[in-house]
Structures are given as structure tokens and as C-alpha cells.
């Protein structure tokens, strides 16, 4: 298998968060890969001469850690950025770290590192619950070079843009920007607003919109979103089929049936906060007040003939692999970045580890986060790499941290079967602090 050198690119470097939720102190979830070489082949995009980059990031700790915080602040990055208040006097809806009095005053940190095209950006943002307080944008190419810088004058509730010495902007449209970039807007969130070009803001704005996708929760259903692509031949049916097949689904067929229902005004608020449909959609169904419901049937090939099953009748398991199926067939036609939390849900550890290995396998240059409990996967030496391993755990104080199994030394992992046991018995942290299981109950009671 040849090595992903690839002259177009859109990837995630590092993302760094600071003061946003359980998160306090700074954290930082890298995907440069290590000197370490073992599945070269399959895990890393080699982004240039002496860029290697991790397709997979994988998240343990236990519940109330910040795993899902993680992957929830990096979704709200983006949300941020595409969907801009429409009022300076909206508030930005984000709770920075509660329990200390000194971080409810603080302002809240973002920095991502990413690829477009053959371009390296470095995105900086700080904020509160009113402001953007600052913001600037770096591009390589090949050197760092200031794309723009933001700072805003909170007392009078305005911004100031300076653009970097090779941004050839003129006072006009520079004018234009700072007016409809609001003191509670990204300069990004403005750009979309104003009417002039920039490569580079557009380069960036693609990025956020296209490559980089909102957080998939265990609770998300990506029935509509998939099966409006199978239609729409976005993803290849028959892609599906296959890997409903290779995971040993007895399904030989997919069937997609449109039909139109009316909707009440609480899914239409629903709809409207939805990230998964686009606008266009949402548009449509507000105007009509009717949404196009498609019923998904699978064809299941036996002995005796074959035979048509609703979605709905089928297993939680089947169902998700479905969707994941899509997901699969998406990350390996395309270049995207996906979140997904506790991505074992409703999955047999054998399935979630052949989702896994079909993606490091099929995929080019796609990149997938994801939380899971799932430890036995830290037996499988042979298919997950040390830094592509994180963990979170809570300090005293009831702060997140984030740390890599790279970060450990040879003493606490020697062999192939020392991470599952090693974690197992807590000492790569990140597992819950149980107590004694009885419950002691007064006399009488």
C-alpha cells in the first residue's frame, strides 16, 4: 500500500481551547504524528515534505471528564463562525469554567491549526459571553504571514481590522467589513455578510463550512442525512451495500420513498436549529411548512427470496451501522473531518472495530475524531498507534485535562497488552474513582 502524499489536502493540525465549559487551563489535541513508524501506511497524510498527520484521534475517559466537551467546543467554533448573530445586543451562548470566580471574568480562548487546499492557516480567537475580543489570521505559503488582525473596542462596541501587509484589500471594502463584522461577530462570521473577495477568508470560510463537521452525538440520527445523499448520489448506494455486507449484514439493497408531512411549529424550531440540513433545505421547509419525509427500506436476500424490511423495524445495530456505512462511503470519497461521541453506541465491539479499520484502510486523507469507553481496543496494538491515543481526566479542581498516551514512558508501556491492562487498572488515569459499592442505610430504615 502506497503512502497518502497528497497535493490537496484539508486537515486538521492542532485545536486548542481554553476556559470553555469543564475545560480551564489550556488544552491541546494534536494530530501531528510522532517519530513512531509502525502503520505508516495507514494512518498517516503526509501534508508536504516534513508534515505527517494522523487520520484518527481517539478519546477515553470517563463520563464527566470533558471528552464530550471537546469535540462540543471545536462544533461550537465553527457554528460560531458560519452562524453570526444577526444583533449586537444577542449574547454568544457559551459557558466559560464555573467553579472558580476568577474564570467567570476571564475570556475564553480558541486556536486551530489546519490545512486548505496546499495553504497552512493558524486561526486564533478570544471571547465572552458579549464580545469578540480578539482575533487574528495566519497563512504559510511558504512563510507565516498576517492575513488579518481584530481587536474591539468593548466600551464602544465596535470593531478594528488590520489587514497584513500582502492582503490587497482597499479602504472600501475594508470599511465595509469592520461595519458588518459586530463587536459579538467573527471577522469570518462578517466576511460572509459583505460583498468582496479574498482568497483567503474564502479559503478559510470553505474549510469551516465544508471540511470540518458538526459533533455527532450517540443520540444523533443520521437516517435523513444519509439517505438524502443516497438519493441525491452524493454516496454511492452501492458503497453501502458493500460495507452492510463486509460486516456481515445479510442486506442486498437499499430503497429510498419520498412522501411529504405537514410539521407544527415546535419541529419547525427544531428544523430551524438543526446543523445537519442545509439552509436551503430549512428555507424550503419554512416557507412551505411541510417536510419531505423519506422512508428508508431494507432488502434482505434469504433462501427462500428476497424481502423488503422498513428502516424502523430494523436493530438499533443495523440501523447504525447504516449510518455510519454513509459516513464511511463520505470520509473515503471526499476529504472531511468528523466528531463523533461514544461511537460504540449501539455497535458490537466487532463491528466498531471493522468501522475503524475500513476507515484507516479505504480513506485518503479524511480525519475522524471520536469518544469512546470501548477499552478493549487498547488490546488491538496491531491496528491504533500510541499518539493517536487520548485521554481526559478532571484535576481537583474540576478541571478537563488532555493527555496522550505518547506522553507515557516505556515503564508503564512495554508491550502489546500493557495499554488495555494498564488503563484497565488506572494507571494512564482517565477512569472513574469508584467507591465502595455498599450503601450504608441507617438502622430502621
Known amino acids: 500500500m502506497c503512502l497518502h502524499i497528497l497535493n490537496e ?3 486538521i493540525v492542532n485545536f486548542s481551547v481554553e476556559n470553555y465549559r469543564s475545560i480551564k487551563n489550556r488544552v491541546t489535541l494534536s494530530f501531528e504524528a510522532s517519530n513512531f513508524k509502525d502503520l505508516e501506511d495507514y494512518f498517516v497524510i503526509h501534508a508536504g515534505k516534513d508534515l505527517r498527520l494522523l487520520k484518527l484521534g481517539l478519546i477515553y475517559g470517563a463520563n464527566a471528564s470533558g471528552k464530550t466537551t471537546l469535540l462540543k467546543s471545536i462544533t461550537f467554533l465553527r457554528e460560531l463562525i458560519l452562524k453570526p448573530l444577526e444583533k449586537k445586543n444577542e449574547t454568544i451562548g457559551f459557558s466559560p469554567f464555573l467553579f472558580d470566580e476568577g474564570s467567570k ?10 490545512i486548505q487546499g496546499e495553504v497552512k492557516y493558524l486561526y ?4 465572552n459571553t458579549t464580545s469578540i475580543v480578539f482575533e487574528e489570521l495566519y497563512y504559510y505559503h511558504p512563510n507565516k504571514a498576517l492575513v488579518f488582525r481584530r481587536t474591539t473596542d468593548e466600551s464602544k462596541q465596535l470593531s478594528h481590522i488590520e489587514f497584513g501587509r500582502k492582503m490587497k484589500v482597499d479602504k472600501y471594502h475594508k470599511a465595509t467589513l469592520e461595519a458588518n463584522t459586530l463587536w459579538n461577530n467573527t471577522v469570518l462570521g462578517g466576511y460572509i455578510k459583505t460583498n468582496f473577495e479574498s482568497t483567503e477568508l474564502q479559503a478559510t ?4 463550512d465544508n471540511k470540518l463537521k ?3 452525538s450517540s443520540r444523533s440520527s443520521l437516517l435523513e442525512f444519509i439517505s438524502n445523499k443516497v438519493e441525491s448520489d452524493e454516496i454511492s448506494k452501492n458503497d453501502i451495500v458493500e460495507f452492510l455486507k463486509s460486516a456481515d449484514f445479510n442486506i442486498s439493497d437499499i430503497l429510498v420513498k419520498n412522501a411529504e408531512t405537514k410539521v407544527n ?9 438543526s446543523t445537519l440540513l442545509p439552509d436551503n433545505e430549512i428555507d424550503k421547509i419554512r416557507k412551505t411548512g411541510m417536510i419531505e419525509k423519506k422512508e428508508t427500506f431494507f432488502q434482505h436476500s434469504l433462501g427462500e427470496g428476497d424481502f423488503l424490511l422498513p428502516y424502523n423495524d430494523e436493530s438499533q445495530g443495523t440501523q447504525r451501522y447504516y449510518q455510519f456505512s454513509g459516513l464511511l462511503s463520505l470520509m473515503i470519497n471526499n476529504t472531511l473531518i468528523f466528531s463523533i461521541d461514544e461511537i460504540e453506541a ?3 465491539s466487532d463491528l466498531l472495530k471493522h468501522f475503524i479499520l475500513s476507515f484507516l484502510t479505504n480513506s485518503k486523507s479524511s480525519q475522524l475524531i471520536a469518544t469512546t469507553h470501548h477499552r478493549e481496543l487498547l488490546i488491538e496494538r496491531d491496528i491504533l498507534r500510541n499518539d493517536a491515543i487520548w485521554f481526559t481526566e478532571k484535576d481537583e479542581e474540576g478541571c478537563t485535562e488532555l493527555y ?4 507515557f514512558g516505556s515503564s508503564v508501556v512495554r508491550n502489546t497488552s500493557s495499554v488495555f491492562n494498564a488503563y484497565k487498572t488506572g494507571k494512564l488515569g482517565a477512569v472513574p474513582n469508584l467507591k465502595d459499592h455498599y450503601m450504608g442505610m441507617e438502622d430502621g430504615a
Open 9 to 11: 489536502i484539508s486537515v
Open 105 to 114: 471574568n476571564k475570556n475564553t480562548f480558541f486556536s486551530i491549526e489546519f
Open 124 to 127: 486564533h480567537l478570544e471571547l
Open 205 to 208: 470560510i470553505d474549510w469551516f
Open 214 to 216: 458538526p459533533i455527532i
Open 265 to 273: 411549529a415546535s419541529v419547525l424550531d427544531f428544523i430551524s436549529k
Open 346 to 348: 449501539s455497535l458490537h
Open 404 to 407: 496522550s498516551l505518547d506522553d
